[in-house]
Nanobody, 118 residues
Framework: QVELVESGGALVEPGGSLRLVCEVSTNDLSEYDLAWYRQPPQMGRELVARILRPGASTKSAASVKGRFTISRDNAKNTVYLQANSLKPEDTAVYYC???????????WGQGTQVTVSS
């Protein structure tokens, strides 16, 4: 069973930055496509950014393009989300996601709260 543990969520002022970290319990992170999702208050879960396995091509939602960057470190079994120029509308619970490239099985973290407010 793969477990994902997020950290790094916090209360931050508009214009600030955060780095979210997701540690994945697996023997080989390169066997997974990875992503960050978020769920704003009273709204559905939405894709923020994803990064595919070796090759590491990325895709970001239009709302965060140019401000958020997803990256992965397979040696550390970790995926990151660098969030810059944060806006109040970025307030949400942020979830880490992994999908096996072999079985397509999906795994989710428990979420970390990001609140952008002055």
């Amino acid at each position: 069973q793969v477990e994902l543990v997020e950290s790094g969520g916090a209360l931050v002022e508009p214009g600030g930055s955060l780095r979210l970290v997701c540690e994945v319990s697996t023997n080989d992170l390169s066997e997974y496509d990875l992503a960050w999702y978020r769920q704003p208050p009273q709204m559905g879960r939405e894709l923020v950014a994803r990064i595919l396995r070796p090759g590491a091509s990325t895709k970001s939602a239009a709302s965060v393009k140019g401000r958020f960057t997803i990256s992965r470190d397979n040696a550390k079994n970790t995926v990151y989300l660098q969030a810059n120029s944060l806006k109040p509308e970025d307030t949400a619970v942020y979830y880490c996601y992994a999908q096996s490239i072999y079985s397509a099985e999906e795994f989710w973290g428990q979420g970390t709260q990001v609140t952008v407010s002055s």
